[in-house]
């Protein structure tokens, strides 16, 4: 499979569009394309990086997790890829409704949303942070909004230990026990 065969399935004008509905879409496995997406957050394609973003936006939107598998996919091709961390980096965050209130947080791809009930806090084994941005796709909260969260952070004593959260909108951001 080809990238321009699938690039040429896509809207590529760059106009914001609302995201395809991949979860509804079963079609058949049409093999591996040598894509992959760093645990940077960067794409690559046969070694080498994107250079234009709207193109990996609109790969991104018909990005599909199952299983531990990536796939890209549109009505007629599912196409594995190859995904060394996660597909997303947590890039930029904000208040919004002043300090405390909700918290409005955004991908290096532009995904924004509120953190919470729908887009929720994992901490991994290793005490990565991650956030679900969309279906079971994740961001990685990146070493710089960790830095920024832990040093605005509340500490609370827990029979595991010191906790440091952040209070955001009714909802707790626990960034890990220490």
């Not at 990238?3 to 760059?14: A, D, F, R």
């Amino acid at each position: 499979m080809s990238l321009e065969k699938i690039t040429s399935q896509l809207n590529l004008s760059g106009k914001e569009k609302k995201l395809p509905p991949v979860e509804l879409w079963d079609p058949p496995y049409c093999g591996e394309i040598n894509l992959r997406i760093k645990k940077d957050g960067s794409w690559y394609h046969n070694d080498t990086v994107f250079k234009r973003q709207n193109l990996v936006k609109l790969f991104a939107s018909v990005l599909k997790k199952e299983g531990q598998d990536y796939f890209l996919v549109t009505p007629v091709e599912k196409i594995k890829i190859t995904v060394e961390d996660v597909p997303f980096i947590l890039s930029q965050w904000s208040w919004r409704q002043g300090e405390y209130g909700e918290m409005q947080v955004a991908t290096s791809l532009g995904d924004e949303f509120i953190l919470g009930e729908n887009h929720p806090l994992h901490i991994s084994d290793n005490g990565c942070l991650y956030i679900t941005v969309r279906r079971n796709l994740l961001a990685k909260v990146h070493r710089n909004v960790f830095y920024q969260w832990a040093d605005i952070a509340k500490a609370r004593q827990t029979p595991q230990g010191t906790e440091l959260f952040l209070p955001c909108g009714g909802y707790e951001l626990v960034l890990g026990h220490f």
